[in-house]
């Protein structure tokens, strides 16, 4: 293992590269690319890495890019990509049709901005735009979870129980174009951990369809087989964070990350970087005798309800913060939570930090403040922080 000093955007190409070549020993890995900033330097060095038995097809689109991967990934090839923002929406439609054909794609999406206006910093609204999809999403903190995360999403989509597409999130220039040591495994630690692939419905020489059409009866069963397997993500991802932590020495961490609750009674609820601000925050209150702790949805799809519910218990006012905003509704986080949530604290939505906004402690300080004085919530506030 080497610690080398690289960007969320390399951790993501490198770790999906290590992963190809885990794969040469069956059908390989094939990958479609479309530049978009800020994703560009991922598929850059991707495409510039030797990769045996690989092959990486640079393509006029971002439509065009998931459709490479989807026959790929069809053939039985171990397949990745990479987008953002408005390269996701125009994706869109095959993004749909890789998870109705259960093809266990990663994809890497930097999280940026939807427009117009043009803005290419930090939001979560593109990889919201995909919450309905049918792909299992995990929004990352720092550049090692990045890395860790592309690894064991092919060990996770890939396996006969899912058979499902990845979506790994990090947030715009926060994460893709911020230097941090990074542990890097050898590629012989990598090859014994991912096992090669095996889609049951791949293309042999034996005739298949796929994309036919579907009568109603048939299109329910599809769908209903689609939902168990997200009901299924779970289980099996805990059994891919204990063959990690075996492999690597460090264990993944679990769909919801905890910090500071154990007494908690009012609580800041967040996803990607906003994670260590929250953690910041809630040490400077702690220090001023507030019982805050924080909580740090990774997996967002599926939603972790029941871990939430848990950790939740104790708390009395909960804050959940969103980098994104659904119009006529509020932030989505805080729309997925209020859905399963049936506690009595007072759960408070507040966006920030879109597109772009630097979220910095002092910022959830005063939103805790906030929240703390309210005996009911009211409407979602937009808070403007840039």
Not at 238 to 265: H, L, S
């Amino acid at each position: 293992m080497s610690t080398e000093l690289i960007t969320a955007n390399h951790a993501s190409g490198l770790a999906a590269a290590m992963a190809g070549r885990a794969n040469r020993t069956a059908r390989g890995f094939g990958s479609g690319i479309y530049p978009i900033t800020p994703q560009t330097e991922c598929v850059e060095l991707l495409s510039s890495l030797d990769i045996e038995k690989g092959h990486v097809v640079k393509v006029e689109s971002e439509h065009s890019a998931m459709a490479v991967c989807m026959g790929f990934s069809l053939s039985g090839a171990r397949s990745f990509t990479a987008s953002s923002s408005n390269g996701l929406a125009y994706m869109v439609e095959n993004v749909y049709a890789a998870a109705f054909f259960r093809l266990p794609i990663v994809m890497m999406a930097v999280n940026r901005t939807l427009g117009p206006p043009w803005n290419i910093w930090a939001d979560h609204g593109d990889g919201m735009m995909l919450r309905d999809t049918g792909w299992i999403q995990f929004y990352c903190e720092d550049n090692q979870e990045v890395f860790d995360t592309i690894l064991l999403a092919f060990h996770l989509g890939e396996d006969a129980r899912l058979l499902l597409p990845v979506l790994v999130c990090q947030d715009s220039f926060v994460l893709s174009h911020t230097l941090m040591e990074t542990d890097v495994p050898d590629q012989e630690v990598v090859d014994a951990y991912l096992p090669t692939m095996n889609l049951p419905h791949m293309v042999t020489d034996r005739p298949r369809t796929f994309g036919g059409l579907d009568f109603p009866h048939e299109t329910e069963v599809h769908r209903r087989q689609l939902a168990e397997a997200m009901d299924r993500v779970p289980a099996v991802y805990a059994e891919v964070q204990d063959a990690f932590e075996r492999a690597f020495g460090r264990r993944p961490a679990d769909p919801v990350v905890p910090y500071r609750m154990e007494d908690a009674e009012v609580v800041v609820i967040s996803m990607g970087t906003l994670g260590a601000t929250a953690r910041t925050a809630v040490d400077r209150l702690r220090d001023q005798g507030i019982r805050a702790g924080s909580l740090r949805v990774r997996m967002f799809r599926p939603f972790p309800a029941e871990p939430l519910r848990q950790l939740l218990a104790g708390a009395r006012h909960i804050a959940v913060i969103d980098r994104d905003l659904s119009p006529g509704l509020g932030g989505v986080l805080w729309s997925e939570l209020k859905t399963f949530y049936d506690g009595d604290a007072v759960v408070q939505n507040y966006m920030m930090g879109l597109g772009g906004g630097d979220v910095r402690p002092e910022h959830l300080v005063q939103v805790v403040e906030d929240v703390t004085r309210r005996d009911q919530a009211t409407t979602p506030q937009i808070l403007e922080v840039a």
